[in-house]
């Protein structure tokens, strides 16, 4: 595009470089557009080529555009931020805005990729970016990745424009391994037979039905976040929008929470309650799992 900047959203994933650890778990919470390193080595060029904007804000994200658009590349995004779900019109806002500015809009669909739906939340939402990063579920448990986008967009990278002042390149040590092609193939034949996202998004209505059902049963003050087959539980009164809404929650209850769950037999990252079924879990691991959730909860909460 010739521009350096790039806007991002407070707390979301894009990778472990320079720009995917901008603003990824803020402590110190600046004034919007300024970043954060969550890591120490990102160069002072770095944290002056990208900006940072609040999820689900779409009057922000526009005054952040409408000041720094001109010298701005693109805007990358989850379409739904972890486990954040987009607010009526967000997402469509953000296309309008960009589309009208010339900007370009990347969906990274890692965790959203062929969970929400076949065609990840680009269908699922109606909104299409002009790139977007695949990958997780793609592989069906084996590592691999793809990126999509625009033909005149992908072609910057054909090896027959080298020497080219845009040419971009682009490869990769593992590209178009056999073994983790072969798995991606499996697993899209799998979710696309009939029946298999009705079965995901039941699974994910059921679960975190069941958790607010628990906590309101238990007078727990709780925010149970996610959609599709995603889900989330977070400790806090107030209704979660975006990464500040989350990061007033009690996180360390949230460790303990998800502590409590390993010693019951079930895993999740200490560092977060995100849980992402599939078609590999049934109603049964659902119960077991909410079943589990009560054990800890009373521990936690009944003292």
Request: charged share 25%.
């Amino acid at each position: 595009t010739g521009k350096r900047k790039i806007l991002k959203f407070e707390g979301a994933y894009h990778g472990a470089h320079d720009v995917g650890v901008m603003s990824l778990f803020p402590q110190h919470l600046y004034p919007f557009p300024r970043p954060e390193p969550t890591s120490a080595g990102v160069s002072q060029r770095i944290q002056d080529e990208v900006l940072v904007a609040p999820f689900n804000d779409l009057d922000t994200t526009r005054r952040i555009i409408d000041e720094h658009g001109d010298e701005m590349a693109c805007v990358i995004m989850e379409p739904l931020q972890r486990c954040t779900p987009p607010v009526k019109g967000f997402l469509e806002g953000i296309r309008k805005i960009t589309r009208e500015r010339g900007i370009l809009l990347i969906f990274d669909e890692v965790v959203t990729g062929f969970r929400l739906a076949y065609g990840g939340a680009q269908e699922y939402y109606g909104v299409v970016p002009d790139l977007a990063a695949f990958g997780k579920a793609l592989g069906g448990g084996y590592p691999i990745g793809a990126v999509c986008g625009k033909g005149e967009i992908l072609d910057l990278c054909t090896e027959s424009n080298l020497g080219q002042d845009r040419y971009v390149w682009f490869a990769s040590t593992l590209a178009g391994n056999p073994i983790s092609a072969g798995a991606s193939l499996a697993t899209l034949g799998e979710l696309k037979k009939g029946g298999s996202y009705e079965r995901l998004h039941g699974l994910g209505r059921d679960l975190r039905a069941g958790f607010a059902s628990l906590l309101q049963e238990m007078e727990i003050s709780a925010q149970v976040l996610g959609d599709g087959p995603l889900c989330q539980v977070l400790f806090t009164e107030e209704k979660v929008l975006d990464y500040r809404g989350a990061f007033q929650a009690d996180r360390l209850k949230g460790r303990q929470f998800a502590l409590g769950l390993f010693e019951e037999g079930i895993f999740l990252n200490p560092m977060g309650t995100k849980l992402y079924l599939s078609l590999a879990h049934t109603q049964e691991d659902i119960e077991i799992l909410l079943r589990a959730s009560r054990k800890v909860l009373r521990r936690l909460f009944e003292r």
